[in-house]
């Protein structure tokens, strides 16, 4: 979509983002983190866990698919006690996506509730409209 032009995303000149690694994104009650088979399998691996018991230990179905448990009060059970992902390179989907997300990129006020939120957002280097719709499309 042409910068300025009409019609165009609100975002036409980009968006900075740069994750801080402060683990807020990962914490509290709430939420859910979509986990599919294949991401299961190598997030199972990288824990050098079987997939049988890296499902039972971290994983429920849900309605709406698979998802990981909370941790009792609202954390990813895979946060060290550093609030690191342990398993960061094979991380869903999700995560990866983190803040490209539809509903953050709805219009300016809901990308700022998320800046609220998230320190990492608004910082950094801008990235431009068209590698984030790129994200958004399942690009990555
Ligand atoms: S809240 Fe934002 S800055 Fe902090 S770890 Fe999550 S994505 Fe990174």
Redesign the pocket.
């Known amino acids: 979509m042409a910068a300025g032009g009409v019609g165009a995303a609100w975002y036409s000149e980009g968006l900075a983002?740069?994750?801080?690694?402060?683990?807020?994104?990962?914490r509290g009650p709430g939420g859910y983190v979509w986990v599919s088979e294949e991401e299961a399998g190598k997030i199972a691996s990288a824990l050098d866990l079987r997939p049988e018991v890296f499902a039972a230990k971290m994983l429920r179905m849900t309605i709406s698919g698979l998802a990981l448990v909370d941790d009792g009060k609202g954390d990813c059970p895979l946060l060290d006690s550093d609030s690191r992902c342990r398993v960061y390179p094979v991380r869903p989907f999700q995560c990866r996506t983190?803040?490209w997300w539809g509903e953050n990129l709805a219009s300016r006020r809901r990308w700022d509730e998320a800046a609220a939120?998230?320190?990492?957002?608004n910082r950094g280097p801008i990235r431009p409209e068209r590698a984030i719709e790129a994200v958004m499309a399942g690009e990555l």
């Open positions: 983002f740069s994750c801080l690694g402060c683990g807020d994104c990962c983190w803040p939120r998230c320190p990492g957002m």
